[in-house]
Structures are given as C-alpha cells and as structure tokens.
C-alpha cells in the first residue's frame, strides 16, 4: 500500500514562498490522482489543490489559485506545490493524499475521497 511524506514545511515571512513535497513509497503513484489539504489552528481540514493521475488537470481554491501550483513527477513518484507570495492566513498543517474517489470528483477536494494520508508538514507565514 501506498505511502505518503510531507516535507517541506517551515516558517516564511508574508510574501515569501515555500515548495512542499510529498514523496510515495511501497508503490506507484501514477494510478493516482493526488491532493493537497490544510488544517488551520482551530479549523478543519480543507482541501487546496488536487492534480490528476496524468498531470494533465490541476485544480485550485479560488485563495491560492493566482499563488499556488502543484506538479508532479511519476517517475519519481512525486508530487509538489509550490506556494508563492506567501500570506498569514496560509499558515497551517499542509497534507497530501491519494484520490479514491469516484472518477471526475477530484476537483472538489472532498476529505472523504482521499486516503493514505502523510502525516503533514508545518506552514507558518509570520514576520
């Protein structure tokens, strides 16, 4: 079964950027399409990016749409977002996980059609 690792995380200052990492081990990620979420202090987990199995869609919300992207590698079996122009209210939890949901709902981030969580890398934008 599939295993996902976050990296990436740190403490950036507004404006800055960060690229996180998610990195599949135990087998190939290109069955999979994959997920980016955030757990804000005191919110639940929402979803921020999703990226299908090809590469060839890539959906954001509307927040980071213009800041954000997210790729990946199947050959290395990886997956990244690349967060610019960093802001406060970015500061959370970021996760990935693999999409097992039904086909053509990826798009909506829903936690429930996600599995194989990694275990999350700490955002923080402060100055």
């Known amino acids: 079964q599939l295993q996902l690792v976050e990296s990436g995380g740190a403490l950036v200052q507004p404006g800055g950027s960060l690229r996180l990492s998610c990195a599949a081990s135990g087998g190939s990620l290109d069955q999979y399409g994959v997920g980016w979420f955030r757990r804000a202090p005191g919110k639940e987990r929402d979803g921020v990016s999703g990226i299908t199995s090809s590469g060839g869609g890539k959906y954001y919300i509307a927040p980071v749409k213009d800041r954000f992207a997210i790729s990946r590698d199947n050959a290395k079996n990886m997956v990244w977002l690349q967060m610019n122009s960093l802001k406060p209210e970015d500061t959370a939890v970021y996760y990935c996980?693999?999409?097992?949901?039904?086909?053509?709902?990826?798009?909506?981030?829903?936690?429930?059609?996600?599995?194989?969580w990694g275990q999350g890398t700490q955002v923080t934008v402060s100055s």
């Open positions: 996980a693999l999409f097992v949901g039904p086909a053509g709902r990826l798009p909506f981030l829903m936690v429930n059609d996600f599995d194989s």
